[in-house]
């Protein structure tokens, strides 16, 4: 993959700001309808709920890095697969300024190979950079559903014109057919990631589960907050706030009322 070294903070706003935002007016729309609505939302549904999102989020995320360090691997794959075709077309063919032509053109059609797959499973236009690397001309692999894999196959039958000619021998070819094959099926591999990120049964509900939990979660804690609130009768003046066990709902602690309580087992 050809990124960036290091992510960066406003690349990432520039992608999320729209969302924060949406779930800022989410949240405000969640508070102010349950201060003027009756509805009140129990807590057991909601920790059985948040639990099966959490299996869903869990896979979701296992399943997304592997994938992600799959493609990884399959691309270091294609990266070493170049390097080798490179180093054995140059080496097994004879001096010449014919044969190092081929030669040097085998290796230009390598490199546009692996841009050509760049762009094409990033579902890009991939006519400019066969032009920019073999030159301008009538190219055939542009007229190929799948031109990369028209590329690899040109330079397989090239490879076979080099045996007919005597430039080199079978075993030759058997060992840069191999590479050939290894770079087919980097290229495999990469078009299966492309065409399935996720499986079936969690991208339907991967946007719309986490916003009814977190619209569910907000109206159970705000009523979990009010019954503490009616219930411990404390100034807002004394209250501190702390993390219960769970670590997800939000509990009141007045240092006032622990000092009356041990003011009172005292005249007891």
């Known amino acids: 993959m050809i990124i960036g070294t290091a992510p960066r903070i406003r690349q ?8 924060l935002v949406a779930l800022f007016f989410w949240d405000l729309a969640v508070t102010i309808f349950y201060f003027i609505s009756p509805f009140r939302a129990p807590a057991l549904p909601l920790t059985i709920f948040g639990t099966a999102l959490a299996l869903v989020l869990g896979v979701r995320v296992n399943s997304a890095y592997q994938r992600w360090w799959e493609a990884r691997i399959l691309w270091g794959a294609m990266v070493n697969a170049s390097r080798s075709f490179a180093r054995a077309v140059l080496a097994f063919l004879p001096e010449g300024e014919e044969a190092q032509a081929l030669g040097r053109e085998l290796v230009l059609r390598q490199v546009a190979y692996v841009h050509t797959l760049r762009r094409q499973l990033r579902r890009l ?38 045996v007919r000619r005597g430039w080199i021998d079978t075993i030759q070819q058997g060992r840069i057919e191999a590479v050939l094959v290894d770079m087919a099926n980097a290229q495999g591999g990469m078009e299966r990631i492309k065409n399935t990120p996720l499986p079936a049964n969690i991208v339907p509900s991967r ?40 670590g997800t709902i939000w509990s009141i602690r007045s240092a006032t009322a622990s000092t009356t309580c041990r003011s009172t087992a005292s005249r007891r």
């Not at 990432?12 to 969302?19: I, Q, T, Y």
């Not at 920019?132 to 007229?143: F, K, Q, S, T, V």
């Open 12 to 19: 990432g706003f520039e992608r999320a700001w729209s969302v």
């Open 125 to 162: 236009e991939t006519g400019g950079d066969i032009h920019r690397i073999l030159g301008p001309g009538d190219h055939p692999e542009l007229a190929r559903r799948n031109p990369a894999n028209g590329l690899l196959e040109g330079s397989g039958r090239r490879v076979a014109g080099l």
């Open 207 to 246: 946007n719309s589960s986490p916003g009814f939990s977190a619209s569910c979660c907000r109206s159970g804690w705000w009523r979990r907050w009010a019954r503490r609130r009616r219930s411990d009768r404390r100034s807002p003046a004394s209250c501190i706030w702390r993390c219960s066990r769970s």
